[in-house]
């Protein structure tokens, strides 16, 4: 009689409604029993029995519920639907309809919800009857592999909803196969219809954190001169902050809301850096960037958009404060890093878009917990930390949702989010269907959670860091519909945070067992920590012999807060590859400043100069440092008046220096020196240049010497060889032949004098002859062997002694 009431157009009150059904069922109970003894009816759907029985069957058409609006209805609305059926089966379905069917009572529970999405099959008791009438949509048949769209409009009253609360729909489409001859349901998909056509008498206060976060997109490497033109690893970043991206919907969709914005100060900092020259990473070289103008805009948009709004501000880059507890905290430096992550973020923030951020704000991953995560994002100075409800889960006994704030101990609150609320917008949302039951479901918890007590509650809402755009936009429809119904009302994340905790809330933080497997699985290893502090340690060592140390480690101390980024889960090898390249660029700038390779060098003597050279091939000066020349061999070799010596070095950007260093050397031979360069305060600083000094006592000015005089010594021979061929010629062409000692019975080769007359002049012997007087011709006087002296000039051809 209910059924045939709906068909006729009847509204019946929903406590008749409710009777006519309850009295159906009891007064058919003997009926039942005969009708397990006979062939099912041909119409099932009059058979409850017969309908279990063919629930099967209930999958052969897929219906998607592709629209529902509006999602809230409330009193004199219309509700429409719309979506498509599909057969999905092997034969053709005829005689169908679409129609909609709501149960009979609002669902009691939040569970009751999760319960109604995880069945599947068709049962009429908890699926309800069908509306009917004139509220269908015909099919004379249904191809198999064929969909084909659907819409339904029922204004609300027909529905026949009853007191305030949660509903299920039903949109179902029934018809008959040539194996099934008989109309009964192919097909149904659920959804759920929340119920409050009047002002709750107490709403909930709703706190819906909006994250605007990214990736990493920015490197450590800057271009030379002033504006050290950053690089980028990709231009993704212009594709998510263009029109259509996710980080440009986030925002578009964001500035309509009420809702807390929560900011990574590493995205702000990478689209400023896109506002002007930049370059971008393309295989071994970089391109310029083209997208100035679009971050410009985002930029602006942002600004004007949080003014006057409750801006949350996470540590530089959200590091993940789970793998920095798990696997971090016990590495030199890495506390120290988060907690100047925390210390720059607020700053950046204000800086950037005119606000005052709060950040006081931890929050882990998927706000699952753990006593080692709270307390480093204590150490961090945070006070407050968002958490989740699936993680610090509240009592059994607990029949409802618990204010938000919590106070765990120390002077820390834990601010836990809901579980189901906060996990509503995951999965694929680009199909219509998925989004309208998202926003649906989402709607239905966050009412239900409303009618659990007539306590106001504080529920705080964190959905995934990194939305997508189809996701955004969804969580935008539901937030949209939520804020204009009657039973909550918007919050600020920190008033949620101040609100007075419920005393039958659990504050007990779970321990380090309970947290989930799968994330920490994704946590960065302790190794990522150890690369991390091994780059901070290069820096250090770095930086202080830099005349301009920002422009070195800004840059860097920003990229390892980026190496600790919550962004990397689920990605250890691009993490890996971005720890590496920030390693590897940091040694070759550090590489820019070195020793010059020497070969042997010769010392001759016992004191002598050695040069060094230092080359600086960095845009900027380097100063503090000092260089120090060791000699492994110092009783032989002394470097100044020692095993070695030091001296400053000062070099400004794009030049070389040649350092000296006196040597003292004991003995000759070969002896092994060490340059190397040290910072001011001790460290040792690039690699070290070994080179062999050769000790000898012959210097360069005495083998001059020794050359000049052996050169002399041939020049001298030379001359008197030709100087005896000279005088040989001259005698010959004078016709003048030796004297003949024959008469002496001595032959001229045996005559010693001779070859000697030929080439020395003698000096004449003094005579007894008195002068003027001729000389005796006695035989046996030698013959003179030059002609009597003249005060004439020498003739051509003369020997004249020299």
Do not use: C
Not at 187 to 195: A, K, N, S, V
Not at 616 to 626: A, F, I, K, T
């Amino acid at each position: 009689m209910a059924e045939a009431a709906d068909f006729q157009g009847m509204s019946p009150s929903p406590a008749r409604r409710w009777l006519l059904r309850t009295g159906a069922l009891f007064a058919g109970a003997p009926l039942l029993a005969g009708l397990l003894q006979l062939p099912a009816a041909p119409h099932a759907e009059a058979a409850p029995t017969a309908a279990r029985a063919d629930a099967t069957g209930s999958s052969t058409v897929e219906v998607s519920l592709d629209s529902l609006s509006p999602s809230v209805p409330t009193d004199g609305d219309t509700v429409t639907v719309s979506g498509t059926v599909t057969n999905k089966g092997k034969q053709t379905v005829t005689n169908a309809h679409v129609g909609l069917r709501v149960a009979s009572a609002a669902l009691t529970s939040r569970s009751a919800i999760d319960d109604a999405v995880k069945r599947t099959g068709f049962d009429q008791f908890a699926d309800g009857t069908e509306v009917g009438g004139k509220y269908v949509e015909q099919f004379s048949k249904l191809t198999p592999g064929v969909a084909q769209p659907f819409t339904i409009s029922v204004p609300v009253k027909e529905l026949d909803l009853g007191s305030d609360g949660v509903y299920q729909l039903g949109v179902s489409l029934s018809g008959q196969t040539t194996a099934t001859p008989y109309k009964h349901v192919l097909g149904i998909q659920r959804t759920f219809l929340p119920w409050q056509p009047d002002e709750a008498g107490t709403k909930t206060k709703t706190t819906y954190l909006w994250p605007l976060i990214s990736t990493t997109h920015l490197t450590a490497e800057t271009g030379p001169g002033e504006r050290q033109t950053p690089v980028f690893l990709d231009d993704d970043l212009a594709k998510e902050i263009s029109a259509g991206g996710r980080l440009e919907q986030m925002l578009t969709l964001g500035k309509d809301l009420d809702i807390t914005w929560v900011i990574d100060p590493d995205l702000l900092a990478s689209v400023i850096a896109m506002t002007d020259s930049y370059r971008v990473r393309s295989a071994d070289t970089t391109v310029a960037g083209r997208n100035q103008a679009v971050a410009k805009e985002w930029l602006a948009e942002l600004e004007t958009a949080v003014q006057g709004e409750e801006v949350i501000a996470l540590p530089f880059a959200d590091p993940d404060l789970a793998s920095l507890a798990h696997n971090g905290k016990t590495v030199t430096g890495s506390l120290s890093r988060l907690k100047d992550a925390t210390d720059v973020a607020s700053d950046t923030v204000e800086n950037i878009l005119r606000v005052e951020p709060d950040g006081d704000f931890a929050w882990p991953v998927n706000g699952a917990v753990d006593p080692s995560i709270v307390k480093v994002a204590i150490s961090a100075g945070a006070d407050k930390v968002i958490a989740r409800s699936d993680s610090l889960q509240e009592s059994r006994s607990l029949s409802y949702t618990p204010n938000a704030a919590r106070p765990v101990g120390g002077g820390t609150t834990a601010v836990v989010a809901d579980a189901r609320l906060s996990t509503a917008f995951r999965g694929d949302l680009t199909k219509a269907e998925n989004s309208t039951l998202a926003v649906q479901k989402f709607l239905a918890q966050s009412l239900m959670t409303n009618h659990q007590t007539n306590k106001q509650r504080s529920v705080v809402i964190a959905p995934q860091r990194m939305p997508s755009a189809s996701q955004a936009q969804t969580m935008a429809q539901a937030l949209t519909a939520l804020q204009e119904g009657a039973w909550s009302q918007s919050q600020e994340l920190s008033a949620a945070a101040a609100a007075k905790p419920d005393p039958a809330a659990n504050t007990r933080i779970p321990s380090a067992s309970a947290y989930p497997s799968s994330l920490r699985k994704q946590a960065q290893p302790k190794s990522a920590f150890e690369e991390i502090q091994s780059t901070q340690v290069g820096l250090d060592r770095f930086k202080v012999i830099l005349s301009d140390r920002s422009r070195v480690v800004t840059p860097f101390g920003r990229t390892m807060d980026r190496e600790m980024s919550t962004s990397w889960r689920g990605r250890s090898v691009e993490a890996a590859v971005y720890r590496n390249n920030v390693k590897s660029y940091l040694d070759t700038l550090t590489g820019q400043v070195r020793l010059i390779e020497k070969s042997e060098t010769k010392l001759s003597g016992r004191s002598a100069t050695i040069p060094v050279t230092v080359q600086n091939n960095l845009v900027q000066g380097v100063e503090d440092l000092r260089l120090r020349l060791t000699s492994d061999a110092p009783k032989r070799l002394e470097i100044g008046d020692k095993a070695f010596a030091e001296q400053p070095v000062d070099i400004s950007g794009g030049h070389s220096e040649s350092v000296k260093f006196t040597t003292n050397a004991a003995v000759n031979g070969r002896v092994n020196v060490v340059a190397q360069l040290y910072t001011a305060d001790g460290e040792k600083y690039g690699a070290p240049v070994t080179f062999t000094v050769n000790v000898t006592e012959i210097t360069p000015t005495v083998m001059l010497v020794i050359a000049g005089g052996v050169l002399l010594l041939v020049l001298a021979g030379f001359r008197m060889y030709t100087q005896r061929k000279r005088a040989a010629a001259l005698l010959e062409s004078e016709g003048t032949a030796p004297a003949d000692n024959s008469a002496e019975g001595v032959s001229p080769d045996e005559d010693p004098n001779t070859e000697a007359a030929s080439l020395v002049h003698t000096p004449e012997k003094e005579s007894p002859v008195k002068p003027g007087a001729d000389p005796p011709e006695h035989a046996s006087d030698p013959a003179p062997d030059t002609a009597p002296e003249s005060a004439d000039p020498s003739g051509t051809g003369e020997r004249v002694d020299r």
